[in-house]
């Protein structure tokens, strides 16, 4: 992507979404899992993980449709393309991006396991 169109993105308000990867009771499932974004939009997506089990965010055909800005995680934050996020037990991240394709995205966790017992969701993008 261009340079001088990124900086436009820039210009636009992120619109704030949390999603809870399992939670306090370790249930094995994204809270929400399903998420309705609009294309060509900026958000600051906030990814949690409050249970006991290290779990992944994996988005891989939505992570190529998007253009990522950064992602901040503790006191580090980190440029250019982003295909998955792993968060440890008690771990916070944001991932601030540009949704750019619409379409409908599959999100799931790959810990062995995780996928099967419904750790599964949803990204729609609509234009
Ligand atoms: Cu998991």
């Given at each position: 992507m261009a340079a001088n169109s990124s900086s436009s993105f820039l210009k636009q308000p992120a619109t704030g979404i949390t999603v809870s990867l399992s939670n306090s009771a370790s249930e094995?499932?994204?809270?929400?899992n399903h998420l309705e974004l609009v294309a060509g939009k900026r958000y600051q997506l906030r990814l949690t993980n409050p249970s006991q089990l290290k779990h992944y965010f994996t988005a891989k055909d939505f992570a190529d449709s998007i253009w990522t800005q950064k992602v901040e995680a503790g006191k580090v934050e980190i440029k250019g393309a982003i295909h998955e996020l792993e968060l440890k037990p008690g771990a916070e991240a944001e991932w601030v991006f540009v949704t750019l394709k619409p379409g409908n995205y599959s999100l799931r966790c790959?810990?062995?396991?995780h996928t099967e017992a419904g750790m599964t969701g949803e990204i729609v993008v609509s234009n």
């Open positions: 094995l499932k994204f809270e929400p790959p810990i062995p396991g």
